[in-house]
């Protein structure tokens, strides 16, 4: 599997804070059958991360992973603030798409219920060529929270969730955007070993996996987070 969403570069936000901490994320991530992970730092006013470095970071924590026998990838991407996405250049758009590959954006909502302002948003970068995925929309529910999550698909803008709370959620809620085809991606949004989240998501997928279709839940744990990686058309949903 691939997890999109992970703050595993350490030093940078509010994620991993040292570089052991990293290598315990990528042993959980390499555990749950997790083999390529995007490092996502916080792309936003109170964090000092540096666009240009991210790449180079990546491949420093691969190649630390390695050497420590730890057979997980490290791509590199960034978890970019709607307030801020206007303000960067079409470069730095590009060094913060997932995989490195200038393709898929991961955007985080502002605070708040979701609103039209981010639907404009993704227009706003279809129209500049960028794709986008929306990250963790059930920390953003309002009234009118699964006409906005239509709207975005509408716009072609994936939805993102977190694996944790896929697993725990209640009610009949996450069925019925599951079958609705509202559930199109998983991430850990992992910000240490330890504490908080894991760097896990099979147990996001085996709960979709009493809902949805086997060719559906490979879809969105497989077929569609590997073409993001690789900034490719995702293939459509089954």
Same mark, same amino acid.
């Given at each position: 599997?691939?997890?999109?969403?992970?703050?595993?570069?350490?030093?940078?936000?509010?994620?991993?804070?040292?570089?052991?901490?990293?290598?315990?994320?990528?042993?959980?991530?390499?555990?749950?059958?997790?083999?390529?992970?995007?490092?996502?730092?916080?792309?936003?006013?109170?964090?000092?991360?540096?666009?240009?470095?991210?790449? !180079? &970071? *990546?491949?420093?924590?691969?190649?630390?992973?390695? $050497? =420590?026998?730890?057979? #997980?990838?490290? +791509?590199?991407?960034?978890?970019?603030?709607?307030?801020?996405?206007?303000?960067?250049?079409?470069?730095?758009?590009?060094?913060?798409?997932?995989?490195?590959?200038?393709?898929?954006?991961?955007?985080?909502?502002?605070?708040?219920?979701?609103?039209?302002?981010?639907?404009?948003?993704?227009?706003?970068?279809?129209?500049?060529?960028?794709?986008?995925?929306?990250?963790?929309?059930?920390?953003?529910?309002?009234?009118?929270?699964?006409?906005?999550?239509?709207?975005?698909?509408?716009?072609?803008?994936?939805?993102?969730?977190?694996?944790?709370?896929? !697993? &725990? *959620?209640?009610?009949?809620?996450?069925?019925?955007? $599951? =079958?609705?085809?509202? #559930?199109?991606? +998983?991430?850990?949004?992992?910000?240490?070993?330890?504490?908080?989240?894991?760097?896990?998501?099979?147990?996001?997928?085996?709960?979709?996996?009493?809902?949805?279709?086997?060719?559906?839940?490979?879809?969105?744990?497989?077929?569609?987070?590997?073409?993001?990686?690789?900034?490719?058309?995702?293939?459509?949903?089954?």
């Amino acid at each position: 599997m691939i997890d999109l969403h992970c703050h595993i570069l350490p030093g940078l936000d509010d994620g991993a804070q040292a570089l052991d901490d990293s290598v315990a994320m990528a042993r959980q991530a390499l555990s749950d059958g997790i083999h390529t992970a995007c490092a996502t730092p916080h792309i936003r006013h109170d964090y000092r991360v540096v666009i240009d470095e991210i790449a !180079a &970071r *990546a491949d420093a924590l691969s190649e630390a992973l390695s $050497a =420590r026998g730890v057979d #997980v990838r490290i +791509l590199p991407g960034g978890e970019l603030a709607q307030t801020e996405a206007d303000r960067l250049s079409a470069e730095q758009l590009r060094r913060v798409a997932l995989g490195g590959e200038g393709g898929w954006l991961l955007l985080e909502p502002a605070p708040g219920p979701l609103g039209r302002d981010l639907e404009e948003l993704v227009e706003r970068l279809a129209g500049r060529g960028l794709r986008t995925i929306v990250a963790h929309p059930e920390r953003h529910a309002g009234e009118d929270f699964e006409e906005r999550l239509y709207a975005l698909r509408d716009r072609g803008c994936l939805i993102q969730w977190t694996a944790q709370w896929v !697993a &725990r *959620a209640e009610g009949d809620h996450l069925p019925r955007l $599951a =079958r609705d085809g509202l #559930v199109q991606l +998983l991430g850990s949004d992992a910000h240490s070993a330890r504490v908080g989240r894991p760097v896990r998501l099979s147990e996001g997928r085996e709960r979709l996996t009493a809902i949805c279709s086997p060719a559906r839940v490979r879809w969105i744990v497989e077929d569609a987070p590997r073409a993001i990686v690789r900034g490719e058309d995702v293939p459509a949903m089954p």
